[in-house]
């Protein structure tokens, strides 16, 4: 059996899990996070499209289309596959959707983690797989059930029509993922940024944690791109370059014009 995952942190967990458990079973993840930047092209276009827009200060994502090429021989080796995921997170139903059309899924089995776990937040659903610690792992492991998957939930060529729609965004409403406008956290950063300097990195990590409180979280990457658009766009002031991975050197100052 290979277990499939997209969340390269739950992965890890799970591994942790299945080796303890003393069980030989692969896992394979999908690194690449599918909920925001394009889609409707080519994987090295959408890299060069990520390399222009949110660089990482260190390195290109020329990785992409090599990890996925991987991904995808681990996968069409083994026909036997359990798919793992949150469907709360939208970076999770986007790599479901994506692996659904390059694959059969309809033999495959699911682990749907779409209610509450004993340890969970709030009570509440987990909101994405790579928060769960491997107690929660294996509870999860232990006490879902496996379905096959619903094409009524889970529709094979949902992919297809993402691709059509074309958004830079992708996030979840009412269970589904559903494409918006590439601005729609733009006014969440605005709301945390002073009229002072403030380190750039401070604001992102709370208009992050503030969309995680509205079950529809943004990542740092993604943030990090709209930020240097409202730079851009001169909404905000930077005294520096931002820079998506730090290299040393003091991050730079931001500050909201109005």
Not at 151 to 170: C, H, K, S, T, Y
Not at 178 to 190: M, R
Not at 211 to 230: K, N, V, Y
Request: net charge negative; charged share 25%; aromatic share 10%.
């Amino acid at each position: 059996m290979i277990h499939i995952v997209f969340s390269s942190s739950a992965a890890g967990t799970l591994r942790q899990l299945l080796r303890r458990r003393g069980l030989r079973e692969q896992v394979v993840d999908l690194t690449e996070s599918l909920d925001w930047g394009p889609i409707a092209t080519s994987l090295k276009e959408r890299e060069n499209w990520l390399n222009q827009n949110a660089p990482t200060g260190f390195e290109n994502r020329d990785w992409i289309s090599k990890h996925v090429s991987e991904f995808w021989t681990a996968v069409e080796r083994d026909p036997e596959r359990l798919i793992w995921i949150a469907p709360h997170s939208a970076a999770e139903q986007s790599g479901l959707y994506w692996f659904l059309s390059q694959f059969d899924g309809i033999e495959a089995e699911m682990v749907i983690a779409d209610y509450p776990l004993s340890a969970s937040w709030k009570n509440q659903a987990p909101f994405g797989l790579g928060e769960l610690n491997e107690d929660m792992m294996a509870e999860l492991f232990d006490g879902c059930t496996r379905v096959r998957r619903d094409d009524g939930r889970f529709p094979g060529g949902r992919w297809f029509q993402l691709m059509i729609e074309n958004a830079l965004l992708r996030i979840v409403e009412g269970g589904a993922i559903q494409s918006v406008h590439e601005s729609y956290f733009d006014d969440l950063l605005l709301e945390h940024c002073p009229s002072y300097d403030t380190n750039w990195r401070r604001v992102v990590g709370h208009a992050i944690a503030a969309s995680f409180d509205s079950r529809r979280s943004a990542s740092d990457d993604f943030l990090f791109w709209r930020l240097r658009e409202l730079v851009r766009r001169g909404l905000i002031i930077c005294d520096g370059e931002l820079q998506l991975l730090s290299t040393g050197d003091r991050a730079a100052n931001i500050r909201r014009t109005i």
